[in-house]
């Protein structure tokens, strides 16, 4: 399963769930009973998550490669699954994460044997559907979706900056969902991106070194002018190469905004100048 192994058991369950209600669009009832078994006939097999939800049992396989014969793989563990739980209406789902196109099948069509259950690759929703959600559960998985063609680090910055206002800076909850973010950001080549995302949400900004140097030099020349006016302007072309620097590191407007006190048409003209 590639990078998936590093994934805890516990955190399976999680994305899992949040798969189900976000992606799959399952109304799960406040109380699930998740079913830890080992499906055992000729070898040992452990499903990523089996949940019991009234009458119903999801079976949910988080795949991040194509599996040659996963087909048969979900026909063994619906046999498995109707043994144990005869009667109940039992729905499974492939959620493919890879960075792969998805080649699997998802049927059988044999002589008495009418098979089928459903593939969902993520790749194929669009970010926005997630990002925007109201649920931090639902923006961490967006990392995963498409981004149609936007800049990245700005896209990832955005998830991080959606995430720590819906935890309204919990940073227990918040350092939870990064680190969800973290782990499936592997599967789209993110790492670096979110690693510079969460620094700049996390960093203050006027003791970034770029952040000071500019502050320092325009103090400098300010003061070689030797008037209030020259110190004024001096400060502001520090802040202005303060503001450059963030521009080209795809920092949000707001966030340069803030940290510089420049207006949005300043650094707008900023930027056509790089």
Known sequence: MGNKDIISKELIKEIGRDISMHILGIELEDEITLIDKEWTRVEKRDSDIVFLSGKKIIHIEIQ???????????????????????????????????????????????????????????????????????????????????????????????????IRELTKNDNSEYKNFLEKVTILSTNRDLEENVKQGAKMLTVDIEKIPFYQDGLKEGIRKGIREGISEGIQKGIKSGVEKVAISMLKLNVELDIIQKATGLTLEEIEKLRQKI
């Open 64 to 162: 991040n490669d194509n599996h040659k014969k996963m087909e048969l793989r979900m026909l063994r563990y619906f046999s498995d699954i109707l043994f144990e739980y005869n009667g109940y209406e039992i729905e499974q789902y492939v959620i493919y994460i890879g960075k792969a196109s998805c080649k699997m099948k998802n049927q059988i069509e044999q002589k008495r044997i009418s098979y089928s259950y459903d593939i969902i690759d993520v790749r194929e929703i669009q970010c926005e559907e997630l990002l925007y959600h109201d649920n931090p559960s639902a923006v961490a998985l967006s990392i995963l979706c498409d981004f149609e063609g936007k800049d990245k680090q700005m896209v990832v910055n955005t998830i991080l900056k959606r």
